[in-house]
């Protein structure tokens, strides 16, 4: 039943991010291009989703727990670190430049566009590396040792 219904959410939420745009590149990257051919109708998804959440989030916290867990799987450290900027930094720069932010690239991967064919395995690559680079310590200058 978990499988089912978190399905059931991605595919919705995968039908939320074609209908809104996000998932055209060239539809994000004009929105981003504030001195050009500036797109404004992302502000109005941007809107929906801080409504949806606001509402949202006030709903689920009443909840002792998550309908399909037993627990709340929240985030524990407040600490903003080097390794939260730099992901952000690298994050904004590689969604400016490809258009994607990984929902999206996700979203758009069954139309096989060149752009999005390159941006996914990237994406993963750059999850892998950043996943074994946090482990290893080496934004927090601790580094493994051998």
Do not use: Q
């Not at 590149?25 to 291009?33: M, R, S």
């Not at 509402?55 to 399909?68: F, K, M, N, Q, S």
């Amino acid at each position: 039943m978990r499988i089912f219904w978190g399905f059931a959410a991605g595919l919705v939420f995968g039908l939320g991010l074609v209908v809104s745009g996000m998932a055209n590149p060239a539809k994000v990257l004009n929105f981003l291009d504030l001195a050009g051919s500036w797109d404004p109708s992302l502000i109005f998804v941007m809107g929906g989703a801080m409504l949806t959440t606001f509402i949202g989030y006030r709903l689920v916290w009443r909840r002792p727990a998550p309908v399909l867990e037993n627990s709340f799987d929240i985030p524990k450290s407040r600490t903003i670190d080097r390794p939260l900027l730099l992901g952000s930094v690298l994050f904004g720069i590689g969604w400016g430049i490809g258009g994607f932010c990984p929902g999206p690239a996700w979203t758009a991967l069954p139309l096989l566009a060149p752009g999005t064919l390159i941006f996914v395995p990237a994406m993963l690559a750059g999850l892998w590396l950043g996943a074994r680079i946090k482990a290893g310590g080496y934004l927090n200058g601790k580094g493994a040792t051998s």
